[in-house]
């Protein structure tokens, strides 16, 4: 089972899009404490982060830490650092973001399977739903990681602002110029903040002919889609709940990674338990047996349940007003 573990909802950035609905910090912990107190006690304290690794040590897991940023903060940092010990390497990958690569983070990012770094543009492409500097940060830290023998992955976000072929194009030759060995991409989903964007979303034909265009590319970076968009061309089914789960910053397990609600939450239908006080095996066999996650399916779910909302919501908006 792969699990995608947000460590926190603490990130330097501001994205529009984030499906966190991250918790945008200046670099002191002071105005973090300050401006988002309650935030911190919704997080799981560093001890029950371990007892969390723990449970997921003891199964057949392979774990991508992710946020917010996995490495910002020192507890997180800690964690990723026990699980390198509990866990073997190549089952571990780290997402994060390109703000502050330091000797000590490089240091323990050699030792995990695959470290990941969205990038959407290069820095000269305006781009509204990331901060200026964003896309920068992601390819220096690139960079940094390919110059010391770190396996660095680039993940795109396919959406309006990002499916140009030009864009994909330059993206390429930069990727290959610099021996980043993988790029992956990644399906828009209209989740947490990026809930505002739902009229963004490609359609499925948009998606295909890019994913043709992609694969035409065969240069030195190799490049790959995320399940959700291989299930376009029914190479893949939805995996939620069945062969992947996501970890929460509260400890909420869900199907989905990125089945979220604005304040971070999962949503309803995919909600699956709590760790660390809920057992893990319990929760996973109630969740299957008591959904129709119990059954595999063709479509994203996710994509799906969040379609269906929308409609519902817009119909219960016009009715009212109408009244």
Request: hydrophobic residues 50%; positive net charge; charged residues 25%.
């Given at each position: 089972m792969d699990v995608i573990w947000n460590l926190t909802r603490v990130c330097p950035w501001d994205c529009a899009i984030c499906c966190v609905s991250a918790l945008h910090v200046c670099n002191t912990t002071k105005y973090y404490l300050y401006e988002h107190q309650k935030e911190i006690k919704n997080e799981l304290t560093l001890a029950e982060k371990l007892a969390v690794l723990e449970i997921l040590v003891e199964k057949d897991i392979d774990i991508d830490f992710s946020g917010g940023d996995p490495v910002y903060y020192n507890e997180d940092y800690q964690v990723i650092e026990q699980a390198l010990r509990w866990i073997p390497s190549e089952k571990i990958s780290v997402s994060m973001t390109g703000s502050k690569i330091t000797d000590i983070k490089l240091s323990l990012l050699k030792k995990v399977g695959v470290v990941e770094f969205t990038l959407d543009n290069l820095p000269e492409i305006d781009n509204p739903l990331r901060p200026r500097g964003y896309n920068l940060a992601s390819m220096i830290a690139m960079q940094k990681c390919a110059s010391v023998?770190?396996?660095?992955?680039?993940?795109?976000?396919?959406y309006s602002h990002t499916m140009a072929e030009e864009n994909l194009e330059k993206l390429y030759s930069w990727l290959c110029e610099n021996k980043i060995e993988?790029?992956?991409?990644?399906?828009?989903?209209?989740?947490?903040?990026?809930?505002?964007y739902m009229s963004m979303l490609p359609s499925e034909s948009e998606y295909l002919q890019t994913m043709?265009?992609?694969?035409?590319?065969?240069?030195?970076?190799?490049?790959?889609?995320?399940?959700?968009?291989?299930?376009?061309n029914g190479d893949s089914k939805c995996s939620a709940g069945v062969e992947s789960i996501g970890i929460l910053p509260d400890g909420q397990v869900t199907a989905c990674s990125w089945a979220l609600d604005r304040n971070c939450n999962s949503l309803k239908d995919f909600y699956i338990g709590k760790l660390p006080e809920d057992n893990f095996d319990e929760m996973m066999e109630t969740f299957r047996k008591n959904s129709v996650f119990s059954k595999s399916a063709s479509c994203c779910r996710t994509i799906k349940y969040i379609e269906q909302n929308n409609k519902k919501e817009k119909c219960y908006e016009n009715s009212r007003n109408t009244m």
């Open positions: 023998g770190i396996k660095a992955r680039a993940v795109t976000v396919l993988e790029w992956e991409f990644l399906r828009f989903y209209p989740s947490g903040r990026a809930i505002e043709k265009f992609l694969k035409s590319f065969n240069g030195f970076t190799k490049v790959f889609f995320q399940h959700s968009l291989k299930m376009l």
